[in-house]
């Protein structure tokens, strides 16, 4: 277990804003920083960022928290695992609570733990046999110094090689004490029948990491060097429980940065198309490494920009797959361009044949629109062939269908009429054809069952002490140590958020309808038993996802006033009167207090009618107290 004070050295280095600025693209709002939801397709930025204090809030989905809780969410982090991560990247030491945790949290921890572990000592282990062994360095090393990649490059990506014993790395990794069944189950190693002693699955090969997002290794790409073996060029790692190829794009941990600094994502083919890019100065660029582009891949893309460029070759049948790319990119509401190379080159290639800004200006000068891109690839084929015309009429039109935007369709139908001579009224109703077919080929939903219009919610439904007991607890984490000045007893009193209130429940002697509150009211009491006021920053740190949700809920306003003063309309902030808000709602919540309590008693005299007079009394002392509340709140309003 990972020791408190370490824990605390985290929250205090952590800005939330950079954690959260490497998977979301932030723009400044105010105090805070929003941007679009990772967790939810919208158009309208929902996501804040307080950076003030300390927290995230997703309105469109509710999620909030602090960074830790944002890696837990987008990362499928544990808690420790969160930490771990941060602490890594703020350079702060883990100390380790010498405590011993339970064989079910061992086994709970261990599963994933493990696999990520085996990838990272296989990752250190194909870097060492590369740089520290003849064998890596003669083949392996001398192979990347041929592609053009210096050190620098070579680091950055963390490079390796796999020996040509068919066994090295099994070997190297039971000796370390990974057993069979981890080796089996994170793909590094095959086990069949004539070989129980188990075979490297990348034997003979330089490899190249798949890192997640983060940075951690998932999975491993790996390419054979000889000609003369019969053998797929490229093999990748299987699907396991921490890699899914589909979700994930080789480059996107080492260029998160750069796509959204220059808010453009360039999309190749291939590991080496990434790594000489970068080594060019071009950053901003990742690859689907040889698969078909998926909705998953777009939306990591998503999070740092909408702008996505396709770098291709002159090779057609790459260029005629890349439609399905662009249609799955246009639906999610991106930004396209493409753009060719010329005959003979690659990125790769292209990268390495001309300085880094004729490489940038030409990319630049040389990315068209999708409907420009179709039409030149489609139209030497079609040429003056009717029914071919009529072909590649239909494929631009069926791109333009997975548009969202309406108004967007509209631009591209006048845009494409004006380039095809066709007139806009025919494409128009092409369209229409087209995404009717577009909808007919999505997956229809089950049919669901027929749910009955529920009751609209009463007004009394609602527990106005609940209501009035949430927001106390809210005040205390908002402004617990603020001061304040309040009428106690007929005298003006000066005392903090978090007294006033927590005096105000151990005066009544009130019990937490909500278990969140109680826990929090809990500590707040605890901490003033100890001199010390415990609000919304103290919290922060505690191993709690719910209570992490509802700092969240607190401390971020939704809505800002700036709209407010360009039309010269201006409203006192809440922390301008903090007093009266306090005062105010303490005395409400007394009083309905006191109404709870008046409605419990007039239940027990009807379960109990032998007490009623002892009863009566009480409730006649409390409808004498809700008067005099009654009447302090007339004067307060």
Request: net charge negative.
């Given at each position: 277990?990972?020791?408190?004070?370490?824990?605390?050295?985290?929250?205090?280095?952590?800005?939330?804003?950079?954690?959260?600025?490497?998977y979301v693209q932030l723009k400044k709002a105010g105090s805070n920083y929003k941007g679009l939801s990772p967790f939810h397709e919208e158009k309208t930025p929902s996501f804040v960022v307080s950076p003030s204090k300390q927290i995230w809030k997703d309105f469109s989905t509710g999620k909030g928290g602090t960074a830790v809780s944002f890696l837990m969410e987008i990362e499928n982090f544990s808690y420790p695992e969160a930490l771990r991560f941060l602490a890594k990247k703020y350079g702060i030491e883990v100390e380790e609570d010498i405590r011993e945790i339970s064989e079910e949290e061992k086994e709970n921890r261990n599963q994933k733990d493990l696999l990520y572990k085996i990838h990272e000592v296989a990752q250190n282990y194909f870097q060492e046999q590369l740089y520290e062994t003849e064998?890596?360095?003669?083949?392996?090393?001398?192979?990347?110094?041929?592609?053009?990649?210096?050190?620098?490059?070579l680091k950055k990506f963390q490079l390796g090689y796999s020996p040509e014993n068919k066994s090295a790395f099994t070997q190297y990794a039971l000796e370390k004490g990974y057993?069979?069944?981890?080796?089996?189950?994170?793909?590094?190693?095959?086990?069949?029948?004539?070989a129980p002693s188990g075979i490297d699955r990348f034997r003979e090969r330089v490899i190249f990491p798949i890192l997640s997002f983060s940075g951690r290794v998932l999975g491993f790409g790996a390419r054979i060097l000889k000609s003369n073996i019969k053998t797929a060029k490229y093999l990748n790692s299987p699907e396991t429980e921490i890699y899914h190829k589909s979700n994930v794009l080789y480059g996107i941990s080492q260029s998160k940065q750069s796509i959204s600094r220059e808010n453009q994502c360039l999309l190749v083919e291939g590991y080496m198309d990434v790594i000489s890019l970068h080594q060019a100065g071009i950053e901003n660029v990742v690859a689907s490494s040889g698969t078909a582009l998926t909705k998953e891949q777009i939306k990591l893309i998503k999070r740092l920009t909408p702008n996505v460029t396709l770098l291709f070759d002159g090779d057609a049948a790459g260029i005629k797959a890349s439609f399905r790319s662009i249609d799955l990119l246009l639906e999610a509401g991106m930004n396209i361009k493409v753009m060719l190379f010329p005959d003979g080159h690659d990125p790769d290639s292209f990268a390495k044949s001309f300085p880094q800004d004729y490489v940038k200006k030409y990319i630049q000068e040389h990315s068209v629109d999708f409907i420009h891109f179709k039409i030149n690839v489609l139209q030497e084929e079609a040429d003056t062939d009717p029914f071919k015309r009529a072909e590649l009429i239909k494929e631009v039109v069926k791109s333009?269908?997975?548009?969202?935007?309406?108004?967007?369709?509209?631009?591209?139908?006048?845009?494409?009429?004006?380039?095809?001579?066709?007139?806009?009224?025919?494409?128009?109703?092409?369209?229409q054809v087209q995404k009717t077919g577009i909808q007919q080929e999505k997956p229809q939903a089950k049919p669901q069952l027929k749910i009955e219009k529920p009751e609209p919610v009463r007004v009394d439904a609602i527990n106005p002490l609940l209501v009035l007991e949430e927001k106390l607890v809210e005040l205390m984490l908002k402004y617990g140590d603020k001061e304040?000045?309040?009428?106690?007893?007929?005298?003006?009193?000066?005392?903090?958020?978090?007294?006033?209130?927590?005096?105000?429940?151990?005066?009544?002697?009130?019990?937490?309808?909500?278990?969140?509150?109680?826990?929090?009211?809990?500590?707040?009491?605890?901490?003033?038993?100890?001199?010390?006021?415990?609000?919304?920053?103290?919290?922060?740190?505690?191993?709690?996802?719910d209570l992490t949700q509802k700092l969240s809920d607190a401390l971020i306003d939704h809505y800002q006033l700036s709209n407010w003063k360009k039309h010269n309309i201006f409203f006192s902030k809440e922390e301008e009167v903090v007093d009266k808000m306090v005062y105010d709602i303490i005395l409400r919540h007394k009083r309905e207090y006191v109404m709870k309590m008046i409605k419990d008693l007039q239940q027990k005299i009807k379960e109990e009618p032998g007490n009623d007079v002892q009863y009566y009394a009480v409730i006649l002392k409390l409808a004498q107290l809700k008067i005099e509340l009654d009447k302090v709140l007339y004067r307060v309003l």
């Open positions: 277990m990972i020791t408190q004070a370490t824990i605390d050295k985290i929250f205090s280095a952590i800005r939330v804003e950079e954690v959260v600025g490497e064998e890596g360095r003669n083949i392996g090393l001398s192979y990347f110094r041929e592609r053009g990649l210096d050190d620098l490059t057993d069979k069944d981890l080796l089996e189950k994170s793909g590094l190693s095959i086990f069949p029948e004539n333009i269908a997975f548009v969202p935007n309406l108004l967007q369709q509209e631009i591209f139908v006048q845009q494409a009429a004006g380039l095809l001579h066709v007139s806009e009224q025919n494409l128009f109703n092409e369209l304040i000045s309040i009428l106690k007893k007929d005298n003006i009193v000066k005392t903090t958020v978090v007294d006033a209130i927590i005096h105000h429940f151990e005066e009544d002697d009130y019990k937490m309808i909500s278990a969140l509150n109680q826990k929090i009211v809990s500590e707040i009491a605890k901490g003033l038993a100890q001199d010390e006021i415990r609000s919304g920053n103290f919290f922060l740190s505690l191993m709690d996802e």
